[in-house]
């Protein structure tokens, strides 16, 4: 899934320097990843989170809007937690300031595509071409279809002068910006047809991908804090504690089977949204997917790989998105447990290396 050449080019510059930081803005957290590269070898420098609830006076795991001062703040706060040294940065643009479809387009093969995309991206992008960055790419063609697939990019103008703003005030300008789905799409292998579900704090975003190049795009507006929310109703808690019971229970642990239930009530539509397209993409593109990757902050639930397993058909495997990247061993365990909901901010950083 590799970032569409030409999107946010006034900020994609190329750079020298021997390490770089992946930052992932979500909406209950910020995250960062250090990386360097030593000897040939990538290697993590640090990493951070931040969680936002408190900038807007709302609970740790909270989804939260933060105005652009707050924003500075929270980053500033983590960049320095995380003693993060690189002045060099890529950003992962929340999908929410994005858009992102795919079309076939009714024209030859020697046919000038610009033009015809732009008409297209007229009919599909909720807003005027004047307010947005557009980009496209030709998609691979599947046999006997007519016309020519392209994936459509574009990102909110607004989303991109604050972005700019942001970099100016913690002093990482001129750094390359991109959108979450191309940075998540990095961390798992490229061979094929590939799933990523990503269960995040407000949504659950699915990736279809082709040999790396995204194919399709859903997102559900259902995530970890509306889980949150409803089990701590269910037991009682406030809302910190529900959050992190959230990811520390298991099985055997009393309030599991409740917190089962939540997951199972609140993504069931969800799943099963995700599996019509599955069997619609699979049986238009002669495509048999074997696994689905699954990360995201509200994937740390321990049972939410059978459910989604259970709801598809198919097989379950969370991404690590530190496999390929030297650290300490006895950091490890935390590694593989923190791993899946650092993906976005881990695979922004992995562009610099490419």
Not at 273 to 292: M, P
Request: charged share 15%; aromatic share 6%.
């Amino acid at each position: 899934m590799g970032l569409l050449s030409n999107l946010i080019q006034s900020v994609n510059l190329q750079s020298t320097a021997p390490n770089v930081l992946g930052v992932d803005i979500g909406s209950s957290s910020i995250k960062v990843v250090e990386l360097e590269e030593r000897s040939g070898v990538l290697t993590l420098v640090t990493y951070g989170e931040i969680q936002l609830g408190p900038y807007v006076q709302e609970a740790l795991g909270a989804a939260v809007q933060l105005d652009p001062k707050q924003e500075q703040e929270a980053l500033v706060d983590v960049i320095r937690e995380s003693a993060v040294k690189s002045r060099q940065a890529v950003f992962a643009m929340p999908l929410a300031s994005s858009f992102i479809s795919t079309t076939t387009l009714d024209v030859g093969p020697e046919a000038d595509l610009s033009a015809q995309v732009r008409l297209e991206a007229r009919k599909i992008i909720p807003a005027s071409l004047s307010e947005v960055t557009l980009d496209w790419a030709e998609l691979e063609s599947v046999d006997n279809q007519a016309g020519r697939p392209v994936l459509i990019a574009a990102i909110q103008n607004t989303a991109i002068v604050r972005l700019n703003v942001l970099m100016q005030f913690v002093g990482l300008q001129n750094s390359p910006t991109e959108i979450e789905c191309f940075s998540t799409g990095r961390t798992i292998p490229h061979q094929g047809h590939s799933i990523i579900m990503d269960f995040g704090a407000s949504s659950a975003k699915m990736y279809i991908a082709n040999n790396g190049v995204l194919s399709r795009m859903h997102r559900i507006n259902v995530g970890g804090t509306q889980i949150t929310h409803q089990f701590a109703d269910l037991q009682e808690l406030d809302f910190e504690t529900a959050e992190l019971q959230k990811i520390q229970l298991r099985p055997s642990d009393p309030g599991y089977v409740s917190l089962q239930g939540v997951y199972s009530k609140v993504y069931n539509r969800a799943l099963r949204e995700f599996k019509q397209v599955i069997e619609n993409y699979q049986s238009g593109n002669q495509a048999n997917i074997t696994v689905i990757h699954i990360c995201g902050g509200a994937s740390l639930y321990a049972g939410l790989g059978k459910m989604v397993q259970d709801t598809t058909g198919i097989s379950t495997k969370y991404v690590n998105p530190f496999a390929n990247v030297a650290y300490p061993a006895f950091m490890e365990d935390a590694m593989k447990e923190i791993g899946p909901s650092f993906v976005p901010a881990l695979g922004a950083a992995l562009r610099h290396f490419e």
